[in-house]
């Protein structure tokens, strides 16, 4: 089955602290997992992606982890600010030229002042 | 570089009317995806087109289509609006070959009433 499931669906942090958004997979054939970033009135961007055969993949504040084994992948935003308030969308990639992205349902992060 | 551009950003029709949303992608990219965003259903895949082929379909009924332009701009058409239908439906582009996740446009806002 092609789905993603994403947690939680939102989650509140004090400025300086760690964020961390967790997706799962059932459907091995996803070759593809990037993270999104949406602030209201916007269409979501990029924020960075992971392919399977790599564990850790770190750009800047955010890192992604990667669990192949247990079909997991995690989003840390380390020194969180005010800024990366915004609701975060993991995806995985059908693999098969598809090109199609099955999207979590997203988390709402609050970070406070 | 200008982004992925959509049109128009807001739009409000009746149930039953017929919609038509556009969207033009980043320069050099022949790939156009379309998402709908439905509150509290995330993303879902609605269609997808390369070289002004539709590639893939998502899981929508007939009613939506669409069609992709020699410019590699397209357009989504939605017959016979139903209530749920109300999403904000998102437009990206990548390019063919070398494909590393899509570039969102800000999206339409539909309201059916």
């Known amino acids: 089955q092609q789905q993603v499931k994403q947690s939680p669906q939102s989650l509140i942090v004090q400025k300086g602290g760690i964020s961390i958004i967790n997706c799962a997979y059932e459907n091995t054939a996803f070759d593809y997992f990037p993270w999104y970033q949406q602030f209201p009135g916007k269409g979501p961007a990029l924020l960075i992606a992971i392919r399977p055969d790599v564990s850790e993949k770190k750009e800047g504040r955010f890192t992604i982890s990667f669990n192949k084994s247990a079909k997991q992948f995690s989003l840390h935003i380390m020194d969180s600010q005010p800024g990366d308030s915004a609701t975060y969308f993991c995806?995985?990639?059908?693999?098969?030229?598809?090109?199609?992205?099955?999207f979590g349902k997203g988390t709402k992060l609050t970070v406070n002042p | 570089e200008a982004g992925v551009t959509q049109s128009p950003t807001h739009l409000i029709k009746t149930r039953g009317q017929q919609v038509t949303l556009r969207c033009s992608p980043i320069?050099?990219?022949?790939?156009v995806y379309w998402y709908q965003q439905a509150l509290g259903l995330g993303l879902q895949f609605l269609l997808w087109?390369?070289?002004?082929?539709?590639?893939n379909r998502g899981n929508f009924p007939p009613r939506f289509s669409g069609r992709q332009f020699p410019n590699y701009s397209s357009e989504l058409n939605v017959n016979a609006l139903e209530l749920e239908d109300s999403a904000l439906y998102l437009c990206?582009?990548?390019?063919?070959?070398?494909?590393?996740?899509?570039?969102f446009g800000s999206g339409t806002r539909l309201t059916v009433v």
């Open positions: 995806a995985a990639r059908v693999q098969g030229g598809s090109e199609k992205l099955v």
């Open positions: 087109y390369d070289e002004g082929e539709e590639r």
């Open positions: 990206a582009s990548s390019p063919g070959t070398g494909w590393d996740g899509y570039t």
């Open positions: 320069s050099g990219h022949t790939s």
